[in-house]
């Protein structure tokens, strides 16, 4: 078990807004995170932080990623390195079609690393393979990036590009909400086959109904920008059932 | 004014009597509309007046260079390709019968292309210009019935201190369809005044393309007149890389029940280029429609604008018309105006319009990012996917990629 990720007393701004307060976390390889929280509270911040969006401004404390320091490492850096944001809110592009995208994604961390283009056969039986497991269709995949997709399949398809990528780090941001139970089975599917010994997720989730299929090894109670509470599955529970408020009114 | 006035008098050109007198009272008329018509949004941030003076100052005879490095060689297999160079339209091949060059041979006949009367649009500014300067016309009548299979592609060559003042005329007679593709190649130190007329009858259809190459330090004035009668269906697609100053004019009238017409302009200027777009659509008549669809993707310092008018008179019944234009700023210091207007004076249109601007946007650079992609190639992506959602648009898939092809050789992240 090695170390994937490491947060340390993490302050990040948003214009002049400190949206995360001391964050501290520890994810080791093989392990599955959850974290709730009330809306605002910054969790969808914390994400995107890691992720390097330039709005979101890590103020002081240091974000680790396999023994890189994360902010001298640009966006795509990031990614070809083996960090993954799934959307809370998926980007649609129209005009470039999810073929293309997945394609030029793959190869431009294939590229990073020193390796050879995909062969264009090689790829589409890849892809064939995990479109089916994430049930989308062959036809959307010639659409543009998300265009038209419903909220589920907007969904399905951060799925689908995590399953291509093969991150190392998976951040998920309330990738179940707004899906049926049949599309959270899905969902559900693609994470737990991502899963082993050598990746780490981060599941941002409001409902523990998602933790049924993905079992987290910790459970972390987000508020204010900070984890005031670290638990297991257990915690999810107390949550679903008697909400926030006993924690952050005692 | 004072250089068209020298460019008539010491034209060498032996016209006939009725061409002289028509170049003169377009001059007489030009001179008289030019105050008013200056003021107006198409020309007011142009300085035309200026230009042509400066230009047609000018001795012509630096303007006959010759052919002789040039490759005549269409990159379009199988299309019928006419070229235009010094004034002239000339082709390597036999003359299909329904294509008439005037070669300098003005006829009686030919008159009324450059008449003046009763119509309005060729009181405008670019009309009235081209009727001064221009030396040659193509004609085109297709046959009723006559469904034309070889692409036409005109072909304007380069030039240097060129008037490239080129006058079409084009009929799509009853139940016969045609394909066009015009392309001006890159000059320097020119003037490009392009008039074409374009009548559809009944029953008849049309694809007609145009492609501006980037013009060096020159003028652009391009105008297009189109009528339709009933159940025509035509289909314009323009990419304009832009001039030193470019303005382009189409003027769309659909004049029978059930004329379409879908106009899409790409215009792409950069450097210190510009690109004017203006379109009027006419519906004169019940259940036409009309959709016009324009993009600019406007670069370093260059100037893009977009005014476009489509009118439905109180008593048409059934139109549709949509207009859209979308833009994408580059860079800080480029520039875009967008006028969109629709004067409809009835309920019984279904329509819609919508303009925006703005630079690449940044959730989606972000998200590029984040899948691994790196800054340029991202913006390319973005850049790209503009265009080829109009782009995609080109129903002949020849044509298509071959428009494509000259987008991509035009633009730089
Ligand atoms: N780009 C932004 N500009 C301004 N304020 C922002 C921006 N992004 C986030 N915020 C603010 O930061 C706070 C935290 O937002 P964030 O999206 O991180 O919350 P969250 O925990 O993900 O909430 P939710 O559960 O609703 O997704 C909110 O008050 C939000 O309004
Ligand atoms: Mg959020």
């Known amino acids: 078990m090695s170390n994937i990720l490491s947060i340390k007393d993490l302050y990040v701004d948003v214009g002049d807004t400190s949206i995360v307060n001391g964050l501290n976390l520890k994810i080791s390889s093989g392990e599955t995170h959850a974290i709730m929280g009330p809306n605002g509270s910054g969790k969808s911040t914390l994400a995107k932080a ?11 404390g240091k974000i680790t990623y396999m023994g890189n320091d994360l902010s001298a490492l640009s966006i795509e850096e990031r990614s ?44 589409l039986v890849d892809l064939k393979e995990k479109s089916k497991m994430m049930d989308i269709e062959q036809s959307f995949l010639s659409r543009g990036v998300n265009e038209g997709f419903s909220g589920g399949e907007k969904k399905r398809n951060e799925i689908l590009q995590m399953l291509m990528l093969e991150p190392t780090l998976s951040i998920l941001d309330e990738t179940d909400s707004g899906l049926d139970i049949d599309s959270m089975k899905v969902v559900a599917s ?26 987290p090894d910790y459970v972390h109670v987000f508020h204010d920008g900070a984890i005031i509470k670290t638990g297991d599955i257990q915690l999810a ?10 924690l952050t009114n005692p | 004014m004072d250089g068209l006035q020298k460019f008539i008098e010491n034209d060498s050109h032996e016209f006939p009597d009725w061409m002289n007198h028509s170049r003169e009272s377009s001059l007489k008329k030009y001179k008289e509309v030019c105050p008013k018509h200056l003021k107006n949004a198409t020309w007011k941030n142009t300085k035309l007046n200026e230009m042509l003076n400066d230009f047609f100052e000018k001795e012509f005879s630096v303007q006959q260079s010759t052919l002789d ?6 990159n379009l297999d199988n299309s019928l390709t006419i070229y235009f160079h010094a004034g002239v339209f000339f082709t390597k091949e036999e003359i299909p019968s329904y294509i008439k060059l005037l070669n300098h041979k003005y006829l009686e006949e030919n008159q009324s292309i450059f008449g003046l009367e009763d119509r309005s649009e060729r009181q405008s500014i670019p009309y009235l210009l081209n009727n001064i300067v221009s030396r040659d016309a193509l004609m085109i009548d297709t046959a009723v019935n006559q469904n034309v299979e070889r692409l036409i592609h005109i072909v304007y060559l380069p030039n240097q201190n060129g008037n490239v003042a080129p006058r079409l005329n084009i009929n799509v007679s009853e139940n016969s369809s045609i394909k066009i593709i015009e392309e001006h190649l890159q000059s320097k130190n020119s003037i490009i005044n392009h008039c074409i007329d ?10 007609y393309y145009k492609v501006n190459h980037r013009q060096n330090d020159s003028y652009l004035i391009s105008n297009l007149n189109l009528n339709q009668e009933e159940d025509t269906d035509v289909k314009i697609f323009n990419l304009d890389l832009g001039a030193d100053s470019g303005s382009s004019l189409n003027h769309l009238k659909l004049n029978g029940e059930n004329s379409n017409v879908a106009c899409s302009t790409l215009f792409m200027p950069s450097d210190h280029r510009s690109s004017h777009q203006n379109v009027v659509i006419d519906h004169l008549s019940d259940k036409s429609s009309s959709s016009v669809n324009f993009r600019g993707v406007i670069n370093d310092e260059a100037t893009g604008s977009f005014f476009g008018k489509v009118r439905v008179a109180k008593e048409r019944r059934g139109t549709s018309a949509f207009m859209q234009n979308k833009n994408l700023l580059l860079s800080d210091e480029s520039k875009i105006s967008t006028v969109p207007i629709l004067e409809i004076y009835n309920d019984d249109t279904e329509c819609s319009h919508s303009a925006t601007s703005g630079s690449l946007d940044k ?5 590029l990012k984040t899948r691994g992609i790196n800054e340029n190639d991202a913006k ?34």
């Open chain 1, 190 to 215: 693609g994470v737990n086959a991502f899963r082993n010994k050598k990746t780490a997720s981060l599941i941002i989730t409001h409902y523990e109904r998602l933790l049924n299929y993905i079992t």
């Open chain 1, 80 to 123: 070809n390195l083996g960090v993954f944001l799934g959307f809370q809110y998926p980007i649609e592009i129209p005009g470039l079609s999810n073929t293309a995208f997945l394609k030029a994604a793959i190869n431009a961390k294939r590229k990073y690393h020193g390796m050879d283009e995909l062969s264009a056969s090689e790829f």
């Open chain 1, 237 to 246: 529970k107390d949550l679903e059932e008697r909400g926030y408020e006993w």
């Open chain 1, 50 to 60: 890691i992720a390097g969006h330039p709005d979101y401004k890590i103020q002081s």
């Open chain 2, 198 to 207: 374009i009548n559809c009858e009944a029953t008849s259809s049309l694809e």
């Open chain 2, 69 to 74: 490095n040039i490759d005549l060689k269409s």
């Open chain 2, 380 to 413: 390319d992506f973005l850049i790209k996917s503009f265009i080829d959602e109009l782009a995609s648009q080109i129903k002949s898939r020849r044509l298509r990629d071959y428009v494509n092809e000259i987008i991509a050789g035009n633009y730089k992240v």
């Open chain 2, 363 to 367: 959730e989606k650079l972000f998200y």
